[in-house]
């Protein structure tokens, strides 16, 4: 699995960007990380669309979409599923049709693969989070396993001590002190 001090992979991939006929998708690469000064990325992976876990995290996400914003850090979600299946899942489902970040798809499932977080049996992603810095090297990964939704706060946190480039205690937050050696 690609870890953290690693650069992200590179890659071009479909992604659905909105719901609006004639402007559905855009093109994403490895390039939307390292495009802007200071700006981090949240990119987080989920197995299936029309799941049951899988747009809860989603949901969660888009509502902190602001608190990533405010952060400097732009969100970017993806799954193994199609671009039109994605689209298909926006129209349909009421907590996904107001995203606010791109729905990659990555039905090669080649960045899945490369990331190494393709589960061997159905081919379909874990539910992994990566945060990337500036300079597209991949700061912070958690990986859950397929039943288990992820924290959103967690990756805020994360986010944020990450942000101070000081060393943060266990269960830091921002606005707490952080360690001097």
């Known amino acids: 699995m690609i870890s953290i001090g690693q650069k992200f992979p590179s890659f071009v991939k479909t992604a659905v960007v909105s719901i609006e006929k004639g402007k559905e998708f855009d093109t994403i690469s490895s390039e939307f990380f390292t495009n802007e000064d200071n700006v981090w990325t949240v990119m987080f992976w989920w197995p299936k669309d029309f799941t049951f876990v899988c747009p809860t995290e989603i949901k969660e996400f888009n509502n902190a979409f602001g608190e990533f914003r405010d952060r400097d850090a732009r969100l970017i979600g993806a799954s193994t599923d199609t671009e039109n299946v994605h689209l298909a899942w926006r129209h349909s489902h ?88």
């Open 94 to 181: 009421d907590d996904l049709r107001d995203l606010k970040f791109p729905m990659l798809a990555d039905t090669s499932k080649s960045l899945a693969e490369e990331l190494g977080i393709l589960e061997p049996t159905e081919k379909i992603a874990y539910r992994a989070t990566y945060i990337i810095d500036p300079t597209g090297v991949i700061r912070w990964v958690s990986v859950n396993d397929l039943s288990v939704g992820r924290n959103v706060k967690e990756v805020l946190r994360v986010l944020d001590g990450l942000q101070t480039d000081e060393l943060c205690p266990c269960n830091w937050e921002k606005g707490q002190e952080t360690l001097t050696v």
